[in-house]
């Protein structure tokens, strides 16, 4: 069974960047990966996906311009690259895993996600 583990997340200042790494284990091929992430007011905001077999990627408008969604196939592993962090950026990201398809102008809804890691906490100071 695939298990997700989310990393490197750490406090930053406003402006500054982080890069996430997500390692999947387990069967991992065919349809997408996605990060989401929980703010302190409980909110859960979907980031972005990519297809773990094409590269395709979508954002939503959180991550738009921002974020960039990445994979290494040959290291399991999915990285979430944020720059410009902004103090509303504070969350705990997560990423999941979901069997269904994935692409440029779309991501999975969080329900069809079955996988989840623990997430990591993000934390941007003004």
């Known amino acids: 069974q695939a298990q997700v583990m989310e990393s490197g997340g750490g406090s930053v200042q406003a402006g500054g960047s982080l890069t996430l790494s997500c390692i999947a284990s387990?069967?991992?091929?065919?349809?997408?990966m996605g990060w989401f992430r929980q703010t302190p007011a409980n909110e859960r905001d979907e980031v972005a996906c990519?297809?773990?077999?094409?590269?395709?990627?979508y954002y939503y408008k959180s991550a738009e311009g921002r974020f960039t969604i990445s994979r290494d196939s040959a290291k399991n592993t999915v990285y979430l690259q944020m720059t410009d962090l902004k103090p509303e950026d504070t969350a705990i990201y997560y990423c999941?895993?979901?069997?269904?398809?994935?692409?440029?102008?779309?991501?999975?809804?969080?329900?069809?996600?079955?996988?989840w890691g623990l997430g990591t906490q993000v934390t941007v100071d003004s």
């Open positions: 990519i297809s773990t077999d094409y590269g395709t990627t």
């Open positions: 387990g069967y991992i091929y065919g349809g997408c």
């Open positions: 999941a895993k979901s069997t269904k398809y994935c692409g440029i102008t779309y991501c999975p809804p969080p329900e069809d996600y079955a996988v």
